[in-house]
């Protein structure tokens, strides 16, 4: 399992890291990070996991704030933090739908996690986990409190600025001192336990039935077919968790598989077996998705073939000249001209 989070889960951190008198840009370059993954733009770039834990790590070490993540995550809007999916959460019925909405879609903001809804007759466990081993959670604290912390805020949202959970669970264990942890409580307005099953909030099942007043049903059919359109084209699976860090990788310029390898935080070696697993290889991946990017750029866009083929990751056209006869029979221009015939 490749464990990755979008770039959009940072929204908000350099102003927060700058108001608590640290550099955020020099956190960053410690954890390997790259600048630009702060950029709007690159709200959708996906990040190594591990990265993303250590950059809110060093932050909460370094501004001497324990509960740095958990700030983070309470100031976060949903549609800053989730995209697209905060617009259909946004305009959900009530709040257990928006809910059932974000577990169904959350692979998109944290690959490799899942959320869950459990409730018996009175109370609601709103869980964040990492798939595989539950032991991982204890070296991702950071992320699950930056989740909670999201997740409050989300509440917050749908329901109203006074809500707040019964109780506030977390599966690692509780910082020192005792000041540092009364800090949580009071971000959460909640009792807060420690060393518990699950990072989750607590609330009354009630709740999950309160209607939304921003509710939206033309607009919330709307976001969710584009959710679904983005389901089936973005499955949660290795190859297209590669394929996904591939097109990031081309974008950068870098696209080798060693750079492919530390956008997912594991060895080429693993990638390379994981691929196999399935069938599939990175050289194939690769190909795949330069076929296709070429072909959308040829096709549609009034770069120059030189552009073209540096932007697929060729350092010469006539590389992509070879690649475009193998993939569709003719060369680059022969292939714009086809198109343009055929409009």
Request: proline share 5%.
């Given at each position: 399992?490749?464990?990755?989070?979008?770039?959009?889960?940072?929204?908000?951190?350099?102003?927060?890291?700058?108001?608590?008198?640290?550099?955020?840009?020099?956190?960053?370059?410690?954890?390997?990070?790259?600048?630009?993954?702060?950029?709007?733009?690159?709200?959708?770039?996906?990040?190594?996991l591990e990265?993303?834990?250590?950059?809110l790590?060093?932050?909460?070490?370094?501004?001497?704030?324990?509960?740095?993540?958990?700030m983070?995550?309470?100031?976060?809007q949903?549609?800053?933090?989730?995209g697209?999916?905060?617009?259909?959460?946004?305009?959900?019925?009530?709040?257990?739908?928006?809910?059932?909405?974000?577990?169904?879609?959350?692979?998109?903001?944290?690959?490799?996690?899942?959320?869950?809804?459990?409730?018996?007759?009175?109370?609601?466990?709103?869980?964040?986990?990492?798939?595989?081993?539950?032991?991982?959670?204890?070296?991702?604290?950071?992320?699950?409190?930056?989740?909670?912390?999201?997740?409050?805020?989300?509440?917050?949202?749908?329901?109203?600025?006074?809500?707040?959970?019964?109780?506030?669970?977390?599966?690692?264990?509780?910082?020192?001192?005792?000041?540092?942890?009364?800090?949580y409580?009071?971000?959460?307005a909640?009792?807060?336990?420690?060393?518990?099953?699950?990072?989750?909030?607590?609330?009354?099942?009630?709740?999950?039935?309160?209607?939304?007043?921003?509710?939206?049903?033309?607009?919330?059919?709307?976001?969710?077919?584009?959710?679904?359109?983005?389901r089936?084209?973005?499955?949660?699976?290795?190859?297209?968790?590669?394929?996904?860090?591939?097109?990031?990788?081309?974008?950068?310029?870098?696209?080798s598989?060693d750079?492919?390898?530390?956008?997912?935080?594991?060895?080429?070696?693993?990638?390379?077996?994981?691929?196999?697993?399935?069938?599939?290889?990175?050289?194939e991946?690769?190909?795949?998705?330069?076929?296709?990017?070429?072909?959308?750029?040829?096709?549609?866009?009034?770069?120059?073939?030189?552009?073209?083929?540096?932007?697929?990751?060729?350092?010469?056209?006539?590389a992509?000249?070879?690649?475009?006869?193998?993939?569709?029979?003719?060369?680059?221009?022969?292939?714009?001209?086809?198109?343009?015939?055929?409009?």
């Open positions: 399992m490749i464990y990755s989070v979008r770039a959009g889960s940072l929204h908000g951190y350099a102003d927060l890291v700058s108001s608590l008198g640290q550099d955020p840009l020099a956190l960053l370059t410690e954890t390997g990070l790259p600048r630009e993954c702060l950029l709007p733009d690159r709200e959708d770039d996906y990040l190594p990265q993303f834990e250590l950059a790590a060093l932050a909460a070490s370094r501004c001497a704030t324990a509960e740095f993540a958990v983070l995550g309470s100031r976060q949903p549609q800053a933090l989730l697209a999916l905060g617009y259909a959460l946004q305009h959900s019925s009530t709040a257990g739908a928006a809910l059932q909405e974000l577990r169904r879609y959350f692979f998109f903001q944290v690959r490799g996690a899942r959320l869950e809804l459990d409730a018996d007759r009175s109370t609601v466990s709103f869980s964040f986990a990492l798939a595989g081993n539950p032991s991982l959670m204890a070296s991702f604290r950071h992320s699950a409190e930056l989740c909670l912390g999201a997740g409050l805020s989300l509440m917050r949202q749908l329901i109203g600025v006074r809500w707040s959970p019964a109780a506030v669970h977390f599966f690692h264990e509780p910082p020192e001192p005792r000041a540092v942890r009364a800090r409580e009071r971000l959460f909640a009792p807060v336990r420690w060393d518990q099953p699950a990072n989750a909030l607590i609330f009354p099942r009630s709740d999950l039935d309160r209607p939304l007043e921003s509710a939206d049903a033309g607009l919330q059919a709307l976001t969710h077919r584009y959710l679904e359109q983005l089936r084209a973005y499955q949660d699976d290795f190859k297209a968790q590669t394929t996904s860090m591939i097109e990031h990788a081309l974008k950068s310029g870098r696209c598989i750079e492919v390898a530390a956008l997912s935080g594991i060895h080429r070696r693993t990638l390379h077996r994981r691929l196999a697993a399935e069938g599939a290889s990175f050289r991946l690769l190909d795949q998705v330069r076929r296709r990017l070429a072909r959308r750029l040829l096709t549609t866009s009034k770069l120059s073939v030189a552009e073209i083929a540096e932007l697929v990751g060729y350092s010469e056209t006539s992509l000249t070879r690649a475009c006869r193998r993939w569709f029979g003719c060369s680059p221009r022969a292939l714009r001209r086809n198109a343009k015939t055929a409009e």
